[in-house]
């Protein structure tokens, strides 16, 4: 193996880089929801990325889920993905993938469970430990959409998963897209590490939150159809892309999760197989 597990997890799923957000001053006036939501020990849920899209004649959809358990501390969380592909010119494409990463007596460890069946552990020795879960995370990535966003407020109320919840709506300024995107993993299914020029043309962004009566973030949701529309289009037009075979217009792009249980007991006991999984070392050797 050339890569390492971490890496290779990467690939599979397209993880999210973490990278510096230089967001506006949270407001007083949701600092609770983000204490309240930070104080939550442990939680499941779901997060979803779906498109829509078409290129001279050929429609095009893709979609990711990821199904997430996560403990705090010592921190845990186990990720089930599903990706689709499909067009139709070619056959469907799914893929599944788990990415379980433990933090036991002071040691990191990622066992991944790869498209073809094959689980692989390694021993990682990093801050950035934690974020390869960071696209899958449900309350991270809403309390990242809340605190980055103005105008913040509620609008309304929903039911969520069988509970009431306050709606809260905001708008993402453009000058931190790229990095607040990036970092929630919401442009996943396009690419990463997506440069701030290529920003240049988009809109604030519309974001909506989800808020229990106990001001914990359950979930959010987010449009990006005209965002990704526009990181194409600035793509073509730096590359002088006109062939309508190598152009795609965007019919739907959305990002967004809800969690379904907190501060619940979380399964943290590992499968044999990937206990006696082939260990890999930090150059991606096996051992």
Do not use: H
């Not at 849920?45 to 078409?54: D, K, L, Q, R, Y």
């Not at 993938?97 to 790869?114: P, S, W």
């Not at 605190?147 to 998963?161: D, I, L």
């Not at 073509?236 to 809800?258: F, H, K, L, R």
């Amino acid at each position: 193996m050339k890569k390492t597990l971490l890496t290779a997890a990467a690939a599979f799923i397209a993880l999210a880089a973490v990278s510096g957000c230089s967001s506006e001053e949270t407001p007083s006036a949701n600092a609770g929801i983000l204490d309240a939501t930070a104080a939550v020990e442990s939680f499941t849920g779901v997060t979803e990325i779906n498109m829509t899209a078409s290129s001279d004649g050929n429609k095009i959809s893709m979609g990711t889920r990821g199904n997430i358990s996560l403990k705090a501390e010592p921190f845990f969380a186990d990720m089930d993905v599903n990706i689709t592909a499909n067009d139709s010119v070619n056959a469907p494409v799914e893929t599944n993938t788990r990415l379980i990463l433990e933090q036991k007596d002071e040691t990191n460890t990622v066992y991944l469970l790869d498209e073809n069946g094959e689980w692989l552990k390694e021993v990682i020795d990093t801050e950035d430990f934690r974020v390869a879960a960071s696209q899958y995370d449900i309350m991270e990535n809403g309390s990242t959409f809340m605190s980055s966003a103005s105008n913040m407020q509620v609008t309304g109320t929903e039911t969520v998963n069988g509970r009431q919840v306050s709606v809260y709506e905001g708008t993402i300024p453009r000058a931190i897209l790229s990095d607040v995107l990036e970092i929630t993993g919401s442009t996943a299914l396009v690419g990463t590490n997506i440069g701030p020029a290529y920003y240049e043309e988009c809109e604030d962004l519309p974001v909506k939150i989800w808020v229990d009566e106990a001001d914990v973030i359950v979930g959010y949701e987010v449009d990006l159809t005209d965002t990704v529309q526009s990181l194409f289009n600035k793509l073509y037009e730096e590359n002088d892309i006109t062939d309508p075979s190598m152009v795609i217009q965007i019919e739907s792009y959305t990002a967004g999760g809800t969690v379904d249980d907190y501060n619940c007991d979380i399964d943290t006991s590992l499968p044999q197989e990937a206990l006696s999984a082939q260990e890999v070392n930090s150059e991606g050797e096996t051992k």
